[in-house]
């Protein structure tokens, strides 16, 4: 974290600041002389900048109120942190108007009165005070958990932010994210899920004080800002103290829930002297925290929005990239390692970007993941992908091609009718098109995933479930689902030759697809002894670099020409 904002930098920011605001501020002297106005206050006394800094505010003085109503308010602010109140004021044209008026004392790294801020607001302006048994607006409040929506939030942080700059004090925004939230509406209903959000905002706000704010800004992200802090171990300890509560399991419908978060910090001045910039830098933290195993909580750092800067260009440049149909398929080839052939191929994206060459894809597969871009990419190499197979059909390679489908594409209503007409498109019979699809994009809606393979089935395509052994891997599906192969993920084959269970997983695989009358296809096989094994297993697939790298088109079009080339006992080839 960054060292504290110097004084006299922290007042130029925050004037800055106050130039965009709606609301009029005034900065004067310990002996009432203005020495700053914004805009708004120009606009609401229609004096200009120029004519008020200088004088006091008896410029705009009214004579609605006795010398006794402003002699109780010096009294005030000589005695406490402040005035509030009402307060009637005349505008250049003569013309009296009614204000809303805070007054806070601005204090320096010692303690000592240095300056006075006002904050004048027309009435209508300001939030209203509750009486008791009146509902507050439903624009204002989540009607779900009863918590301030985001708005008011950024309105009344405002107001903290201005007090801890008159205070010389700091402010925590802790930005909270529910982990795996998704996961309680997908398999137990929205109903539960919406009754699970009200407990942990009930949870939430019984812990903030009084000073504190707490909101709902979307879905399940919260965001508290903690008032007058220490300094960020403090802010630290309170987020430690939110995740200590969601340890304990809620409950709801005789359903025991364990939830966890993501909690990201930022502390006024230090990472910013706005609402925005603080909100913002702590939501950044927190995704950090989802990028990192075994932490919980984490304080912003400037290095995080460097990151943050690097990952939006990346986004872009992916963007681009999709416009300039810079994605293209590499073909790693399967083998019968019995009678050593070509039995088909996979289909992997690439990225040949322009200046940079090919982009590794641990770079960018995540984020399109993410952000949904993975589907038009996945289309794009698909179309690719089947109007190559066809050229090699026409040559006389009948080889069926798999093609991964992402999550976010699966889950596309279109998705059949799209496969459809990419096969019409580039002449491809179905039968040479197989799609691999995760256990993860077919578990939570069940009756979904049947409709979608059956849907593709229909058209005569294969189906092999991607990544077998890490999702759930559960028989009833097994039989549920129309699916031809079952893919065992890399990471059992990586350690099968060294780990007896392991290579017992892999076995047990191979005997469970037999025996439900599907093919299995051990992908990453890279040494003799990996491929010994499911040989003596009796998988007749194997994919892996035992026999040949994922390569470019016309790379692979001269391996299928040459075919399977020996290899030697390390797995490379001859």
């Known amino acids: 974290m960054a060292s504290r904002i110097p004084f006299e930098q922290l007042i130029s920011s925050m004037m800055a600041v106050f130039d965009h605001l709606s609301e009029g501020i005034i900065i004067t002297d310990t002996e009432s002389v203005i020495q700053y106005v914004n805009q708004a206050y120009c606009e609401i006394t229609g004096y200009s900048s120029e004519e008020?800094?200088?004088?006091?505010?008896?410029?705009?003085?009214?004579?609605?109120?006795?010398?006794?109503?402003?002699?109780?308010?010096?009294?005030?602010?000589?005695?406490?942190?402040?005035?509030?109140?009402?307060?009637?004021?005349?505008?250049?044209?003569?013309?009296?108007?009614?204000?809303?008026l805070k007054i806070a004392a601005r204090r320096d790294e010692a303690g000592e009165v240095v300056q006075y801020i006002g904050i004048y607001q027309l009435p209508g302006a300001m939030d209203k005070e509750l009486e008791p048994g009146e509902s507050a607006p439903a624009f204002d409040y989540d009607p779900l958990t009863g918590l301030p929506v985001r708005t008011v939030f950024m309105d009344r942080l405002f107001q903290v932010l201005v007090n801890a700059f008159s205070a010389n004090t700091r402010v925590a925004i802790l930005y909270i994210d529910l982990d795996r939230f998704n996961h309680i509406n997908e398999n137990l209903g929205y109903m539960v899920g919406d009754a699970i959000l009200k407990q942990v905002?009930?949870?939430?706000?019984?812990?903030?004080?009084?000073?504190?704010?707490?909101?709902?800004?979307?879905?399940?992200?919260?965001?508290?800002?903690?008032?007058?802090?220490?300094?960020?171990?403090?802010?630290?300890?309170?987020?430690?103290?939110?995740?200590?509560?969601?340890?304990?399991?809620?409950?709801?419908?005789?359903?025991?829930?364990?939830?966890?978060?993501?909690?990201?910090?930022?502390?006024?001045?230090?990472?910013?002297?706005?609402?925005?910039?603080?909100?913002?830098?702590?939501?950044?933290?927190?995704?950090?925290?989802?990028?990192?195993?075994?932490?919980?909580?984490?304080?912003?750092?400037?290095?995080?929005?460097?990151?943050?800067?690097?990952?939006?260009?990346?986004?872009?440049?992916?963007?681009?990239?999709?416009?300039?149909?810079e994605f293209?398929?590499?073909?790693?080839?399967?083998?019968?390692?019995?009678?050593?052939?070509?039995?088909?191929?996979?289909?992997?994206?690439?990225?040949?970007?322009?200046?940079?060459?090919?982009?590794?894809?641990?770079r960018f597969i995540g984020m399109t993941e993410e952000n949904g871009l993975i589907v038009p990419i996945g289309y794009q190499v698909l179309r690719a992908s089947c109007r190559h197979n066809k050229e090699w059909l026409d040559k006389g390679y009948d080889l069926a091609m798999a093609v991964n489908i992402a999550a976010a594409q699966f889950a596309q209503e279109d998705l059949v009718e799209r496969i459809?007409?990419?096969?019409?498109?580039?002449?491809?019979?179905?039968?040479?098109?197989?799609?691999?699809?995760?256990?993860?994009?077919?578990?939570?809606?069940?009756?979904?995933?049947?409709?979608?393979?059956?849907?593709?089935?229909?058209?005569?395509?294969?189906?092999?479930?991607?990544?077998?052994?890490?999702?759930y891997s559960s028989l009833s599906y097994l039989k549920k689902f129309p699916?031809?192969?079952?893919?065992?993920?890399?990471?059992?084959?990586?350690?099968?030759?060294?780990?007896?269970?392991?290579?017992?997983?892999?076995?047990?695989?191979?005997?469970m697809g037999r025996t439900l009358g599907l093919k299995s296809v051990a992908e990453g096989v890279e040494l003799k002894e990996q491929l010994d094994i499911v040989m003596k297993y009796g998988c007749r697939e194997?994919?892996?670099?035992?026999?040949?790298?994922?390569?470019?088109?016309?790379?692979?079009?001269?391996?299928?020409?040459?075919?399977?080339?020996?290899?030697?006992?390390e797995g490379t080839s001859a």
């Open 420 to 471: 459809a007409d990419i096969l019409d498109e580039t002449g491809l019979p179905a039968r040479n098109l197989e799609l691999e699809i995760t256990e993860g994009a077919m578990i939570g809606d069940t009756a979904m995933a049947v409709e979608r393979l059956n849907g593709l089935k229909e058209l005569g395509i294969q189906i092999a479930l991607d990544d077998f052994g890490t999702g």
């Open 201 to 325: 905002a009930d949870m939430f706000s019984k812990r903030v004080g009084k000073r504190d704010i707490i909101s709902r800004f979307s879905g399940d992200e919260f965001v508290v800002s903690l008032s007058q802090i220490d300094g960020p171990a403090q802010a630290d300890a309170f987020a430690k103290e939110l995740l200590a509560l969601l340890e304990e399991p809620l409950v709801e419908e005789e359903q025991y829930i364990h939830l966890g978060a993501s909690i990201g910090i930022s502390i006024f001045p230090d990472d910013g002297d706005n609402a925005e910039e603080l909100v913002r830098n702590a939501q950044t933290a927190m995704r950090r925290v989802k990028d990192t195993d075994g932490v919980q909580s984490l304080m912003f750092n400037a290095d995080m929005n460097r990151n943050l800067s690097d990952m939006l260009t990346l986004e872009n440049d992916i963007r681009w990239a999709i416009r300039q149909e």
């Open 52 to 100: 008020l800094i200088g004088q006091t505010p008896r410029i705009v003085r009214s004579d609605h109120h006795s010398p006794e109503f402003y002699q109780a308010m010096l009294e005030t602010l000589r005695t406490e942190q402040g005035w509030e109140g009402q307060i009637w004021n005349r505008r250049k044209n003569g013309e009296a108007f009614l204000q809303n």
């Open 542 to 569: 194997i994919q892996g670099f035992y026999f040949a790298k994922p390569m470019p088109a016309e790379e692979f079009e001269a391996f299928l020409e040459k075919g399977v080339p020996e290899a030697d006992a």
């Open 328 to 362: 293209e398929p590499f073909f790693q080839p399967k083998v019968d390692p019995f009678s050593r052939t070509i039995t088909g191929m996979e289909s992997l994206v690439r990225w040949n970007h322009p200046e940079e060459g090919m982009v590794p894809p641990g």
């Open 483 to 511: 699916i031809d192969k079952l893919k065992i993920d890399q990471s059992f084959i990586r350690n099968m030759h060294e780990d007896e269970a392991d290579s017992s997983l892999v076995y047990a695989i191979i005997m």
